[in-house]
Nanobody, 115 residues
Framework: QVQLVESGGGLVQAGGSLRLSCAAS????????MGWYRQPPGKQRELVST???????NYVDSVKGRFTISRDNANNTLYLQMNSLKPEDTAVYYC?????????WGQGTQVTVSS
């Protein structure tokens, strides 16, 4: 499986910004799709955003216009730029990858947005 390591989480005030990174152990050009999920406290994990190898993008409605997913193939890294953060964005954020009919997950990084 692909090894994924998230970083960039932390504590930020409402209205602030964070950029999450996900470093992959393989060339991400070969990965069919990558994405970000999040799990708020006491709630089910939900999809935030995905990007395919062909460049297709998807966002959950609650983050459209505020979050941007991107990837740097040269550095094998997936990013999630998060702007105008709200307290309801507080969650553990997970990177995932789909390759060769297998799903890989990172360990998660905590994002906390204060009111």
């Amino acid at each position: 499986q692909v090894q994924l390591v998230e970083s960039g989480g932390g504590l930020v005030q409402a209205g602030g910004s964070l950029r999450l990174s996900c470093a992959a152990s393989t060339n991400i050009f070969s990965i069919s799709a990558m994405g970000w999920y999040r799990q708020p406290p006491g709630k089910q994990r939900e999809l935030v955003s995905t990007i395919t190898s062909g460049g297709g993008l998807n966002y959950v409605d609650s983050v459209k216009g505020r979050f941007t997913i991107s990837r740097d193939n040269a550095n094998n890294t997936l990013y999630l730029q998060m702007n105008s953060l709200k307290p309801e964005d507080t969650a553990v954020y997970y990177c995932n990858a789909f390759q060769n009919n297998r799903l890989s997950w990172g360990q998660g990084t905590q994002v906390t947005v204060s009111s």
